[in-house]
């Protein structure tokens, strides 16, 4: 991410496609279905760059990095309107997923029977 935020978009995808060793597509189809796609070259580059990848998005908090550089951009590009209306999307499904893990009655207000 960090590259390609430093060269114009046509350079960087051109330069980048031609020395790939690993890739995580990430990608939504018409119908709202999130996918992913992995690939890497059968060689210890391929293993490491996979696992750098993997580790990244696990341990090196790579998508709040990715989500910065979405709200830079949109700033750059004078569309704030998205940044916010992709930031409403995240507080949504964050707050289903807070509903779901949350605990209903908490545990010392419970009453024996």
């Not at 910065?68 to 951009?73: A, L, P, T, Y």
């Not at 779901?100 to 009655?105: G, K, L, M, N, R």
Request: charged content about 25%; some cysteine; glycine content about 4%.
């Amino acid at each position: 991410m960090d590259q390609q935020s430093q060269e114009s978009p046509d350079q960087s995808t051109n330069a980048n496609l031609d020395n790939l060793v690993s890739q995580l597509t990430v990608y939504v189809d018409q119908e709202g279905n999130i996918a992913y796609n992995c690939d890497w070259e059968p060689s210890e580059d391929g293993l490491l760059g996979i696992g750098t990848i993997l580790y990244k998005l696990i341990s090196d908090d790579l998508p709040n990095k990715i989500f910065d550089e979405i709200r830079d951009q949109c700033v750059l590009n004078d569309a704030e309107a998205d940044f916010m209306a992709i930031q409403a999307i995240i507080s949504k499904y964050r707050d289903i997923k807070k509903g779901e893990d949350s605990i209903v009655v908490p545990p010392d207000k419970i009453v024996n029977l």
